[in-house]
Protein backbone atom coordinates (compact mmCIF):
# COMPACT_ATOMS: atom_id res chain seq x y z
CA UNK A 1 0.00 0.00 0.00
CA UNK A 2 1.34 3.65 -1.29
CA UNK A 3 2.33 5.58 1.94
CA UNK A 4 0.52 8.49 3.15
CA UNK A 5 2.28 11.22 2.03
CA UNK A 6 2.31 9.63 -1.89
CA UNK A 7 -1.45 9.62 -1.58
CA UNK A 8 -1.97 13.00 -0.12
CA UNK A 9 -0.19 14.57 -3.06
CA UNK A 10 -1.86 12.64 -5.64
CA UNK A 11 -5.38 14.13 -4.18
CA UNK A 12 -3.93 17.59 -4.22
CA UNK A 13 -2.48 16.58 -7.39
CA UNK A 14 -6.11 15.64 -8.86
CA UNK A 15 -7.78 18.39 -6.95
CA UNK A 16 -6.05 20.57 -9.01
CA UNK A 17 -7.24 18.83 -12.52
CA UNK A 18 -10.75 19.15 -11.52
CA UNK A 19 -10.44 22.66 -11.16
CA UNK A 20 -9.30 23.02 -14.01
CA UNK A 21 -11.22 20.91 -16.37
CA UNK A 22 -14.59 22.58 -14.63
CA UNK A 23 -13.17 26.24 -15.72
CA UNK A 24 -12.67 24.77 -18.96
CA UNK A 25 -16.22 23.33 -18.87
CA UNK A 26 -17.71 26.47 -18.37
CA UNK A 27 -16.12 28.50 -20.74
CA UNK A 28 -17.01 25.86 -23.26
CA UNK A 29 -20.26 26.18 -22.25
CA UNK A 30 -20.33 29.64 -22.44
CA UNK A 31 -18.82 30.07 -26.13
CA UNK A 32 -21.09 26.87 -26.99
CA UNK A 33 -24.03 29.05 -26.54
CA UNK A 34 -22.77 31.80 -28.64
CA UNK A 35 -21.60 29.62 -31.82
CA UNK A 36 -24.61 27.29 -31.20
CA UNK A 37 -26.69 30.50 -32.00
CA UNK A 38 -24.85 31.76 -34.80
CA UNK A 39 -25.08 28.18 -36.76
CA UNK A 40 -28.74 28.32 -35.85
CA UNK A 41 -29.66 31.21 -37.26
CA UNK A 42 -27.33 30.73 -40.37
CA UNK A 43 -28.21 26.78 -41.69
CA UNK A 44 -31.75 27.15 -42.82
CA UNK A 45 -30.46 30.47 -45.74
CA UNK A 46 -27.52 28.88 -46.56
CA UNK A 47 -29.18 25.16 -47.41
CA UNK A 48 -31.82 27.21 -49.04
CA UNK A 49 -29.38 29.37 -50.82
CA UNK A 50 -27.58 26.05 -51.72
CA UNK A 51 -30.50 24.21 -52.98
CA UNK A 52 -31.35 27.73 -55.30
CA UNK A 53 -27.64 27.49 -56.61
CA UNK A 54 -27.87 23.90 -57.59
CA UNK A 55 -31.16 24.94 -59.31
CA UNK A 56 -29.31 27.96 -60.76
CA UNK A 57 -26.48 26.13 -61.73
CA UNK A 58 -28.01 23.56 -63.62
CA UNK A 59 -30.10 25.70 -66.13
CA UNK A 60 -27.20 27.33 -67.51
CA UNK A 61 -24.87 26.10 -70.65
CA UNK A 62 -21.36 25.16 -70.10
CA UNK A 63 -19.83 28.48 -71.05
CA UNK A 64 -21.81 30.34 -68.26
CA UNK A 65 -21.65 28.24 -65.55
CA UNK A 66 -17.54 28.42 -65.05
CA UNK A 67 -18.16 26.73 -61.47
CA UNK A 68 -20.10 24.25 -62.36
CA UNK A 69 -18.03 22.73 -65.28
CA UNK A 70 -17.40 18.88 -64.22
CA UNK A 71 -14.03 17.85 -66.04
CA UNK A 72 -11.78 14.83 -65.61
CA UNK A 73 -10.61 14.65 -61.96
CA UNK A 74 -6.78 15.22 -62.01
CA UNK A 75 -5.93 17.39 -58.75
CA UNK A 76 -8.22 17.73 -56.09
CA UNK A 77 -7.95 20.34 -53.40
CA UNK A 78 -9.72 19.54 -49.75
CA UNK A 79 -10.70 22.26 -47.54
CA UNK A 80 -10.49 20.69 -44.07
CA UNK A 81 -11.43 22.40 -40.98
CA UNK A 82 -10.14 21.90 -37.23
CA UNK A 83 -9.66 23.73 -34.45
CA UNK A 84 -6.58 25.40 -33.05
CA UNK A 85 -6.65 23.78 -29.51
CA UNK A 86 -6.67 20.28 -28.30
CA UNK A 87 -8.64 18.73 -25.38
CA UNK A 88 -11.81 18.17 -27.42
CA UNK A 89 -11.89 14.31 -27.56
CA UNK A 90 -11.99 12.78 -30.90
CA UNK A 91 -12.91 16.16 -32.79
CA UNK A 92 -9.92 16.72 -34.94
CA UNK A 93 -8.52 12.88 -35.03
CA UNK A 94 -12.37 12.30 -36.59
CA UNK A 95 -11.22 14.98 -39.48
CA UNK A 96 -7.75 13.79 -40.34
CA UNK A 97 -9.23 10.06 -40.13
CA UNK A 98 -11.56 11.61 -42.94
CA UNK A 99 -9.03 13.57 -44.74
CA UNK A 100 -7.33 10.45 -44.80
CA UNK A 101 -9.72 8.15 -46.25
CA UNK A 102 -10.41 10.78 -49.30
CA UNK A 103 -6.67 11.18 -50.14
CA UNK A 104 -6.91 7.04 -50.54
CA UNK A 105 -10.42 7.72 -52.31
CA UNK A 106 -8.69 9.77 -54.68
CA UNK A 107 -5.21 8.10 -55.33
CA UNK A 108 -5.54 8.99 -58.90
CA UNK A 109 -5.33 12.07 -58.40
CA UNK A 110 -3.04 14.80 -57.07
CA UNK A 111 -4.36 15.94 -53.60
CA UNK A 112 -3.89 18.89 -51.68
CA UNK A 113 -4.90 20.10 -48.39
CA UNK A 114 -5.76 23.64 -47.15
CA UNK A 115 -6.32 23.83 -43.48
CA UNK A 116 -8.36 25.64 -41.40
CA UNK A 117 -7.01 25.23 -37.86
CA UNK A 118 -3.64 24.66 -36.23
CA UNK A 119 -3.97 20.91 -35.58
CA UNK A 120 -5.05 20.03 -38.67
CA UNK A 121 -2.20 22.50 -40.45
CA UNK A 122 0.19 20.58 -38.63
CA UNK A 123 -1.17 16.92 -39.73
CA UNK A 124 -1.12 18.90 -43.15
CA UNK A 125 2.99 19.92 -42.84
CA UNK A 126 3.92 16.13 -42.10
CA UNK A 127 1.80 14.76 -45.32
CA UNK A 128 0.92 17.10 -47.86
CA UNK A 129 3.14 18.88 -49.80
CA UNK A 130 1.52 20.64 -52.77
CA UNK A 131 3.13 20.93 -56.11
CA UNK A 132 0.24 23.11 -57.59
CA UNK A 133 0.81 26.42 -58.59
CA UNK A 134 -2.17 27.52 -55.44
CA UNK A 135 0.95 28.59 -52.78
CA UNK A 136 -1.49 27.20 -50.56
CA UNK A 137 -1.46 29.20 -47.25
CA UNK A 138 -0.10 27.89 -43.95
CA UNK A 139 -1.70 30.16 -41.61
CA UNK A 140 -5.52 30.27 -41.67
CA UNK A 141 -5.92 29.41 -37.90
CA UNK A 142 -5.43 33.36 -37.10
CA UNK A 143 -9.61 32.91 -38.76
CA UNK A 144 -10.70 31.58 -35.53
CA UNK A 145 -9.49 34.86 -33.56
CA UNK A 146 -11.68 36.86 -35.85
CA UNK A 147 -14.20 34.88 -37.04
CA UNK A 148 -16.03 36.17 -39.73
CA UNK A 149 -17.72 36.71 -43.08
CA UNK A 150 -15.35 38.44 -44.49
CA UNK A 151 -12.19 36.77 -43.36
CA UNK A 152 -13.78 33.11 -44.59
CA UNK A 153 -14.78 34.44 -48.40
CA UNK A 154 -11.44 35.06 -48.80
CA UNK A 155 -10.47 31.14 -48.49
CA UNK A 156 -13.87 30.88 -50.75
CA UNK A 157 -12.41 33.06 -53.14
CA UNK A 158 -8.89 31.40 -53.78
CA UNK A 159 -10.13 28.18 -54.02
CA UNK A 160 -13.02 29.46 -56.31
CA UNK A 161 -9.84 31.01 -58.18
CA UNK A 162 -8.38 27.85 -58.36
CA UNK A 163 -10.93 26.20 -59.89
CA UNK A 164 -12.03 28.61 -62.66
CA UNK A 165 -8.10 28.53 -63.58
CA UNK A 166 -8.11 24.43 -63.74
CA UNK A 167 -5.68 24.48 -61.16
CA UNK A 168 -8.18 22.15 -59.15
CA UNK A 169 -11.01 19.92 -61.01
CA UNK A 170 -12.60 19.54 -57.79
CA UNK A 171 -13.40 21.05 -54.06
CA UNK A 172 -13.82 19.37 -51.23
CA UNK A 173 -15.03 21.05 -47.55
CA UNK A 174 -14.21 18.32 -44.77
CA UNK A 175 -15.63 19.82 -41.11
CA UNK A 176 -17.44 18.39 -38.03
CA UNK A 177 -21.17 19.35 -38.55
CA UNK A 178 -22.89 20.07 -35.18
CA UNK A 179 -25.93 18.43 -34.02
CA UNK A 180 -25.55 18.86 -30.03
CA UNK A 181 -22.92 19.37 -27.59
CA UNK A 182 -22.31 15.22 -27.23
CA UNK A 183 -22.82 14.55 -31.10
CA UNK A 184 -20.72 16.31 -34.21
CA UNK A 185 -21.24 14.59 -37.32
CA UNK A 186 -17.91 14.18 -39.80
CA UNK A 187 -19.20 15.95 -43.48
CA UNK A 188 -16.96 15.79 -46.44
CA UNK A 189 -19.09 17.93 -49.21
CA UNK A 190 -18.50 19.12 -52.80
CA UNK A 191 -17.64 22.77 -52.78
CA UNK A 192 -16.68 22.73 -56.75
CA UNK A 193 -17.89 22.06 -59.32
CA UNK A 194 -21.56 22.72 -57.72
CA UNK A 195 -23.74 20.11 -58.00
CA UNK A 196 -27.47 20.27 -59.15
CA UNK A 197 -29.95 19.80 -56.37
CA UNK A 198 -31.15 16.10 -55.52
CA UNK A 199 -33.97 14.67 -57.68
CA UNK A 200 -36.77 13.91 -55.04
CA UNK A 201 -40.20 12.83 -55.24
CA UNK A 202 -41.16 16.43 -53.99
CA UNK A 203 -38.83 17.98 -56.80
CA UNK A 204 -38.83 16.11 -59.73
CA UNK A 205 -40.01 19.03 -62.28
CA UNK A 206 -37.31 21.18 -63.66
CA UNK A 207 -37.34 24.65 -62.30
CA UNK A 208 -37.60 27.66 -64.59
CA UNK A 209 -36.04 31.32 -63.27
CA UNK A 210 -37.10 34.60 -64.81
CA UNK A 211 -33.93 36.25 -64.62
CA UNK A 212 -33.82 40.14 -63.50
CA UNK A 213 -31.89 41.93 -63.82
CA UNK A 214 -30.11 39.72 -66.28
CA UNK A 215 -28.50 36.32 -66.26
CA UNK A 216 -25.08 37.58 -66.57
CA UNK A 217 -25.64 39.81 -62.95
CA UNK A 218 -27.10 36.98 -61.27
CA UNK A 219 -23.96 34.78 -62.23
CA UNK A 220 -21.42 37.04 -61.37
CA UNK A 221 -22.94 37.97 -58.22
CA UNK A 222 -25.24 35.27 -57.09
CA UNK A 223 -23.25 32.35 -57.22
CA UNK A 224 -19.92 33.62 -55.62
CA UNK A 225 -21.75 34.74 -52.47
CA UNK A 226 -23.41 31.70 -52.06
CA UNK A 227 -20.74 29.29 -52.32
CA UNK A 228 -18.78 31.68 -49.96
CA UNK A 229 -21.77 31.05 -47.56
CA UNK A 230 -21.66 27.64 -47.92
CA UNK A 231 -17.91 27.88 -46.81
CA UNK A 232 -18.80 30.24 -43.36
CA UNK A 233 -21.24 27.80 -42.61
CA UNK A 234 -19.07 25.38 -42.54
CA UNK A 235 -16.47 27.11 -40.28
CA UNK A 236 -19.82 27.80 -38.12
CA UNK A 237 -21.04 24.43 -37.78
CA UNK A 238 -17.04 23.20 -36.79
CA UNK A 239 -16.82 26.06 -34.52
CA UNK A 240 -19.60 25.09 -32.98
CA UNK A 241 -18.82 21.30 -32.91
CA UNK A 242 -15.66 22.08 -31.51
CA UNK A 243 -17.19 23.57 -28.29
CA UNK A 244 -19.23 20.86 -28.24
CA UNK A 245 -17.14 18.71 -28.29
CA UNK A 246 -14.72 20.39 -25.82
CA UNK A 247 -17.32 20.99 -23.18
CA UNK A 248 -18.65 17.05 -23.34
CA UNK A 249 -14.86 16.02 -22.84
CA UNK A 250 -14.38 18.04 -19.90
CA UNK A 251 -17.29 17.05 -18.60
CA UNK A 252 -16.58 13.47 -18.60
CA UNK A 253 -12.94 14.42 -17.56
CA UNK A 254 -14.15 16.14 -14.49
CA UNK A 255 -16.23 13.15 -13.69
CA UNK A 256 -13.39 10.78 -14.06
CA UNK A 257 -10.96 12.96 -11.90
CA UNK A 258 -13.70 13.26 -8.93
CA UNK A 259 -14.33 9.42 -9.17
CA UNK A 260 -10.68 8.62 -8.70
CA UNK A 261 -10.52 11.37 -6.16
CA UNK A 262 -13.08 9.29 -4.31
CA UNK A 263 -11.24 5.82 -4.87
CA UNK A 264 -7.93 7.52 -3.61
CA UNK A 265 -8.94 9.15 -0.30
CA UNK A 266 -10.73 5.72 0.41
CA UNK A 267 -7.21 4.88 -0.29
CA UNK A 268 -6.09 7.35 2.21
CA UNK A 269 -7.99 6.45 4.96
CA UNK A 270 -7.79 2.91 4.95
CA UNK A 271 -4.38 3.66 5.44
CA UNK A 272 -4.42 6.07 7.84
CA UNK A 273 -6.53 3.83 10.09
CA UNK A 274 -4.08 1.12 9.87
CA UNK A 275 -0.99 3.28 10.49
CA UNK A 276 -3.01 4.31 13.76
CA UNK A 277 -3.76 0.62 14.50
CA UNK A 278 -0.02 -0.56 14.04
CA UNK A 279 0.69 2.83 16.80
CA UNK A 280 -1.82 2.12 18.97
CA UNK A 281 -0.60 -2.30 18.73
CA UNK A 282 3.22 -0.93 19.36
CA UNK A 283 2.21 1.29 22.18
CA UNK A 284 -0.55 -1.77 24.12
CA UNK A 285 3.04 -3.66 23.19
CA UNK A 286 5.22 -1.55 25.09
CA UNK A 287 2.90 -1.37 28.05
CA UNK A 288 2.70 -4.61 28.37
CA UNK A 289 6.37 -5.39 28.56
CA UNK A 290 7.02 -2.82 30.92
CA UNK A 291 4.45 -4.92 33.02
CA UNK A 292 5.90 -8.08 32.56
Known sequence: MANLKEIKNRITSINSTVQITSAMKMVSAAKLKRAQDAITQMRPYAEK????LGNLSSSLDS????????????????????SNKGL?????NNIIKRVKTLKEEYSQANVDLLSIGK????????TFVPDNNSAIPNDLEKIFDDLNFSNVSEVAEMAMKWFANGVYDKVVIVYNQFKNAATQIVQA??????????QT???????????????????????PKSLKIQLYKAVLDSYAAE????????????????????DLKLTYNKARQAAITNEILEIVGGAAALEA
Open 119 to 126: KLQEFSNK
Open 189 to 198: EQFLPILPPE
Open 49 to 52: LQEL
Open 243 to 262: HGARMTAMHKATDNANDLLF
Open 63 to 82: SEGVYSQEREVKNVLLIGVS
Open 201 to 223: AENTSSVEYIFEPSKKEIIEDII
Open 88 to 92: CGGFN
